[in-house]
């Protein structure tokens, strides 16, 4: 895709779609962080393009004046609707690529939130992984896994059994050895 269609695209669909794209991707991020904490992510993936729909809609309800208008030009309302979805989900995709600093992570964590992926809600995971990395730490006792099992307990997300939370506790502890013992 050349540059002038990007632009082509932008002039087609108007400044009103980047900007219904803003709020868009805020609302759900706060929808994310507030009620939304145990959803699954692959239904996640269809928020953006949900509220983008509602959005457009009750904007071009707004802009017409008329609720009659949705009905007769809904083709359109959805074609730009999914296209604030679109939009919102890239200015996402920036900000978690550009914006957002991660570099505050040590090794040690980036390595437990890549292992707690998927069973720690994604808003939990970069303070989960502090918190798993700052328990085996201070751990003197060779219990580092049943702490770790109970953090997870704490903040996991659906339904884990123990059996899975203790093979992942022993996960994360393997690996942390494993990966100190390679770099003495």
Sequence with gaps: MTIIKIIDTF???????????FLTAVTVQICKVTFLKKMKKKLLTF????????????YAALKNWSLSYLLTEYISVLEHGVSVGSVATLLYVLY?????????????????STLIEGFVPTD???????????????????????RTAE?????????????DLELLSKLIIETLAHINTTKQ
Excluded at 96 to 111: I, L
Excluded at 131 to 143: F, K, L, M, P, S
Excluded at 151 to 163: A, D, P, V, Y
Aim: glycine content about 8%; charged content about 25%.
């Design 11 to 21: 002039t087609f669909y108007g400044l009103d779609v980047v900007l219904l794209a």
């Design 47 to 58: 928020l953006p393009f949900t509220f983008g729909v509602i959005f457009y809609a009750a």
């Design 96 to 112: 978690e690529q550009f914006v957002r600093d991660k570099a505050t992570m040590s090794a040690t964590e980036g390595v437990i």
């Design 124 to 146: 939990k995971i970069e303070s989960v992984a502090k918190e798993i990395a700052q328990a085996i730490e201070r751990d003197v006792t060779g219990n580092g896994a049943t």
């Design 151 to 163: 953090i997870l307990t704490e903040n996991s997300e659906g339904e884990i059994t123990e059996r």
